[in-house]
């Protein structure tokens, strides 16, 4: 993931807008996720401050994603 979750995103993004196919199976565990942002990544990472964003402070990367889409809640 460290290495390669930007491919995912962009993977999941041309297959969500392109072609209409929400689904992903994983090639190592054959679990199924939909293919989401908001809402798979944001289920284990609720906190883009803290996970995502320091991470992309410290690489001086700055993703524009949320622009458009909603960043996770923290759970209350
Ligand atoms: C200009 C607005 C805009 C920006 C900026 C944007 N997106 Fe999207 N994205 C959309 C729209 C609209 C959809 C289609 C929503 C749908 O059909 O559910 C979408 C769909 C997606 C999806 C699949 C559906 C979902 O719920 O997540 C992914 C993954 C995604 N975008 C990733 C990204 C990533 C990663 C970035 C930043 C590198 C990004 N997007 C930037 C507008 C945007
Ligand atoms: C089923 C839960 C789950 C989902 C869904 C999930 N992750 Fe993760 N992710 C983890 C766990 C657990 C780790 C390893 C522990 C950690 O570093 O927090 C991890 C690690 C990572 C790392 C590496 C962190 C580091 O310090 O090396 C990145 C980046 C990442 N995930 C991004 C994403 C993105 C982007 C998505 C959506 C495409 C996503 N994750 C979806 C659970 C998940
Ligand atoms: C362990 C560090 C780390 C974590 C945690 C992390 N990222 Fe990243 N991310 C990076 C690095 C480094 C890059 C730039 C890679 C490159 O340019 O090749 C990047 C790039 C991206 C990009 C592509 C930006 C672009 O404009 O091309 C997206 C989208 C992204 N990350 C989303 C996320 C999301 C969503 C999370 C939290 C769920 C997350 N990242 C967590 C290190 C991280």
């Given at each position: 993931?460290?290495?390669?979750?930007?491919e995912?995103?962009?993977?999941?993004?041309?297959?969500?807008?392109?072609?209409?196919?929400?689904?992903?199976?994983?090639k190592?565990?054959?679990?199924?996720?939909?293919?989401?942002?908001?809402?798979?990544?944001?289920?284990?990472?609720?906190?883009?401050?803290?996970?995502?964003?320091?991470?992309?402070?410290?690489?001086a990367?700055?993703?524009?994603?949320?622009?458009?889409?909603?960043?996770?809640?923290?759970?209350p």
């Amino acid at each position: 993931m460290r290495a390669s979750h930007m491919e995912l995103l962009d993977q999941w993004r041309d297959t969500v807008v392109r072609d209409n196919q929400r689904t992903y199976v994983s090639k190592l565990s054959g679990k199924e996720f939909e293919m989401s942002l908001q809402k798979t990544c944001g289920d284990c990472h609720s906190n883009k401050a803290e996970f995502c964003d320091a991470c992309h402070d410290y690489t001086a990367v700055q993703p524009y994603c949320w622009t458009c889409h909603l960043e996770p809640q923290e759970a209350p």
